[in-house]
């Protein structure tokens, strides 16, 4: 089996986002290692209004979906946390990037910030700089990727990787 997954950190100001593809059968766990195809950051201008920055990053989105052809978009959850406004806003960018997975016939699957870090880190409280660790040591990389935005989105991608082909 063959797959190819671009997994998402959404956020307003950074988005992070690592494509992997996930090659061999599932009975071979030899062939199955996970190989990097880019990862990076959609990074959008804080000064503009919130929509023009939804628009930025739904069309950075659907630009990586067109040139890389995922066949799944893993994205991160919501992180509840005690500022509901900062809640509601990661809300909007969540919706901007299930949007261009939607409309690109996409499978789109969540995950908890929390199940990331247990499933790359074995610790579901683990720091950004654990979770750059593990992902270069998981894919064998010379560094981690950078910045810790664009590690996290390699994490998704690697969690859903993980937990449906153990």
Known sequence: ??????????????????????????????????????????????RDKLWNRLAVLFEGVDE??????????????IFYGRNVRTTVTLGHARGAVLL?????????VEFAPASVKKAIVGNGGAAKAQVGYMVQQILRLQSPPTPADAADGVAVALTYLMTRFP
């Open 1 to 46: 089996m063959t797959g190819r997954v671009l997994g998402v950190d959404p956020g307003t100001a950074v988005t992070g986002y690592g494509v992997l593809d996930s090659c061999g059968s599932p009975s071979s766990h030899a062939t199955r290692r996970p190989r990097l195809i880019e990862c990076g950051i959609i990074r959008t201008n804080p």
């Open 64 to 77: 990586l979906i067109h040139r890389h052809q995922p066949d799944t978009l893993a994205v991160e959850d």
């Open 100 to 108: 261009a997975g939607a409309r690109a016939g996409l499978d789109v």
